[in-house]
């Protein structure tokens, strides 16, 4: 299952505590598709919309016999046409799929949830309060996480169960029945002590780790329903700050341990302070969105100083490690899913309303402009508002002396504030618009995956191909990505294992979105095109209504662009395993990127005064990574030791060529195919290289299970550090 929207509106007729009973809606005859309806019943209200499960069909069509009334009534009526039931909780409303025996039987098909205010403590095994720990509402996203002292607040219905988890502890449900405080003493997870975690060129018991590490594995993170890398990052991990990107991408910023770094520019910034990532034990150079959700298997946080030891420089920040998923033995296991989800703005702002609220706006503004604002009357006022002694004054002002005609006076008035042509067309004949409306709307995302993993003999392996197709709340902007990963690991004989890890990524950005800016000061009585004239390219006004106001949809319907992107990152690697506990791996890794952008403005604008516009830009980048390390594990009696060695050599190589030109002749109908036809080119380019070396050593000590030791270092080399300084040294020390 997966949330489905989150989507509301602050002009609808919805207060607080109102019943479905309560609110009348009108959703209009012209929604039929379910997607629709529900869109149309949240704009009109604050309630937000969410799917249980992932074979509703949003883009089914239903017949109403009532599109206005009480929204109780509406959503009954759509229950019964389309198999679905609704579940109101605060301003949040649930659909799931139903049956027909449901419909027949006495299964309430919309159901009403009151609220309760819980309290309480999470607690350790020595009775102390555990910051961070998460209570979730059994079944959703929806929950909190306790302040420093270990104390909680929410707001949850009074049917719920309540999971109360924490990263090394038993999870705990709590059903809440008549209880108003909650305080619960979580039991330590022995089995989790013994479970393996990834810290960096090697594996340790949970029990041993003397660093902040935290493990997420997939069956913690599999309950939250994510729909992205980021979603699994903000919903699982503790103290991670995890931010919200609102385009089609969705590759929001997130940070370990805040802002350790300062630059001048805020893109650089937030680039440097950024924790490094590492998939599959080897550094990865690319953003969340080349990563399938359905690929992880665990996620694997290096939260403190001591990690720049081990990943270097790089590593300041923290480090991320992802595993991806592998093979497990018996027959071949196929899955394919589906998800569909709405995405749309969480709150529609308020902006001037056409008649009397923005007329009232323009009047006090001419007033207070020209020094009128405490005279009695102006002609700035309406008509009927002038005192009567003054109504002669008012006509002769307005040119039109001795004028009894209400629509004629009305004209007058309205040319005061210097309407446009199609504004006063619109006013005059009652026509409103909310730029919101030609701006954002509800965006549909499409996930499809499919993976086929298993183990034969001393063969393992794990193969996944997903499609996703996202748009954003702005109009127009869209985000379409193919991934696909093989991995594969061939136990060749009893000491020697060897296989691959690859992953290819296919990305499309789509066309260019309609800006979103500036509709909060937009005229209601403007519209991008023309009145009364088909919605096409050629019919659209040139410049909004007012004061050095564009209009946003003229410039991307006469722009054309192609933003794609090829990534393919294959790792090889071998493993031999020696006796007395030493094994020595060597991996390869490569990631060939290849990124075309190109752009093409037609001269056809009106705004434009080139014959054609067309730019080419490909960029591509070769990256080398080769770790040769060495691990050694043994036990004598009380004593555990465990020792890594790493020597690693990695190199970064990209090409940048910026072709452009314009004045396209003698046609421009093959835009930036056909570049040879401008007859003002412009090139450039920029390449660069950069390379890294390391040495690294670390050393761990346990004692009886109670006591544990570790000691690392790293020793860095980089071009980039500076021609006297081109090696840095990063220590660790840390006991438990």
Not at 290 to 312: F, T
Not at 487 to 498: E, M
């Amino acid at each position: 299952c997966v949330i489905g929207s989150s989507i509301s509106a602050s002009d609808g007729g919805y207060a607080p505590g109102q019943s479905i009973e309560e609110i009348e809606i009108n959703i209009g005859k012209d929604n039929k598709k379910l997607a629709d309806i529900f869109d149309q019943i949240t704009t009109s209200t604050d309630f937000k919309f969410a799917m249980h499960s992932n074979n509703i069909d949003l883009e089914k069509s239903v017949e109403l016999d009532n599109y206005s009334g009480s929204l109780g009534k509406v959503l009954r009526e759509i229950s019964d046409k389309a198999d679905l039931g609704f579940r109101r909780v605060n301003n949040n409303i649930f659909i799931q799929k139903i049956t027909k025996k449901d419909l027949k039987s006495d299964f309430a098909t919309v159901v009403e949830v009151a609220d309760v205010d819980i309290s309480g403590k999470i607690t350790d095994e020595n009775d102390e309060g555990l910051p961070g720990a998460s209570i979730v509402i059994k079944g959703t996203a929806t929950g909190t996480t306790t302040n420093l002292e270990g104390n909680y607040k929410m707001t949850v219905p009074d049917d719920v169960t309540l999971v109360i988890s924490f990263v090394g502890y038993v999870t705990q449900e709590v059903a809440l029945g008549a209880m108003s405080t909650i305080d619960i003493q979580l039991e330590l997870d022995a089995a989790q002590l013994d479970e393996v975690v990834v810290i960096g060129y090697g594996t340790q018991k949970k029990k041993d780790l003397t660093g902040s590490i935290v493990n997420v594995q997939r069956k913690q993170f599999e309950k939250y329903l994510p729909g992205s890398v980021s979603e699994v990052l903000r919903s699982t991990v503790p103290g991670l700050k995890v931010g919200y990107a609102t385009d089609a991408k969705g590759t929001p910023d997130f940070e370990i341990r805040g802002d350790n770094t300062i630059k001048s520019d805020d893109a650089d910034e937030v680039n440097a302070n950024k924790p490094l990532i590492v998939l599959d034990g080897v550094i990865f150079y690319g953003d969340l969105s080349e990563i399938n959700i359905d690929d992880i298997e665990s996620v694997d946080v290096l939260k403190d100083a001591s990690a720049a030891s081990i990943y270097g420089s790089r590593a300041s920040n923290g480090v991320v490690v992802f595993t991806t998923k592998q093979g497990v033995e018996g027959k071949p296991v196929m899955r394919f899913s589906v998800r569909t989800s709405l995405v749309t703005g969480a709150k529609r702002l308020s902006t001037h309303k056409a008649g009397d609220e923005v007329l009232t706006w323009l009047t006090d503004m001419n007033e207070s402009i020209n020094g009128l604002a405490t005279d009695e009357w102006s002609k700035y006022d309406k008509f009927e508002n002038v005192p009567s002694q003054f109504q002669g004054d008012w006509l002769n002002i307005n040119g039109i002396p001795g004028e009894s005609n209400p629509a004629t006076i009305q004209s007058a008035w309205v040319d005061q504030f210097g309407f446009e042509p199609n504004e006063k067309e619109n006013f005059l004949n009652g026509t409103t618009y909310d730029w919101q409306d030609f701006l954002f709307h509800t965006g549909v995302r499409k996930d499809y995956d499919f993976s086929v993993a298993g183990k034969s003999g001393k063969v393992n392996y794990f193969y996944s191909l997903g499609y996703s197709d996202r748009e954003s709340v702005q109009v127009q902007e869209s985000f379409k990505t193919i991934t696909s990963r093989l991995n594969l690991d061939v136990q060749a004989t009893s000491f020697l294992s060897l296989g691959m890890k690859t992953n290819f990524s296919y990305q499309d950005e789509g066309q260019i979105p309609i800006d979103g800016g500036g509709y909060r000061t937009a005229s209601p009585y403007d519209q991008p095109w023309e009145n009364g004239v088909p919605q096409i390219r050629e019919n659209l006004k040139v410049a909004g209504a007012g004061s050095n106001r564009g209009n946003p949809y003229l410039d991307p319907a006469y722009k054309n662009r192609e933003y794609s992107r090829f990534i393919i990152r294959p790792i090889a690697f071998i493993k031999l395993t020696l006796p007395l506990g030493i094994t020595v791996t060597s991996n390869y890794s490569t990631r060939m990127d290849f990124r075309k952008r190109f752009e093409y403005e037609d001269s056809a604008n009106p705004l434009w005064s080139n014959s054609g516009f067309a730019r080419r830009r490909h960029n591509s980048g070769f990256t080398w990574q080769s770790d040769n390390i060495i691990n050694w594990d043994e036990q004598f009696g009380d004593h555990r030791f465990s020792f890594t060695g790493l020597i690693n050599a990695e190199s970064v190589q990209t090409w940048e060529t910026d072709a452009q030109t314009q004045n396209l002749s003698p046609t421009e109908a093959l835009g930036f195919h056909a570049m040879s036809f401008g007859l003002a080119p412009q090139i450039g380019s920029a390449d660069e290289k950069t390379t890294r070396n390391a040495l690294m050593a670390r050393l761990n000590y346990a004692f009886a299970d109670r006591f544990n030791f570790s000691a690392s270092i790293r020793r860095d080399g980089y071009s980039r550090f500076g021609s006297k300084n081109l090696y840095a040294t990063f220590p660790s020390l840390s006991g438990a």
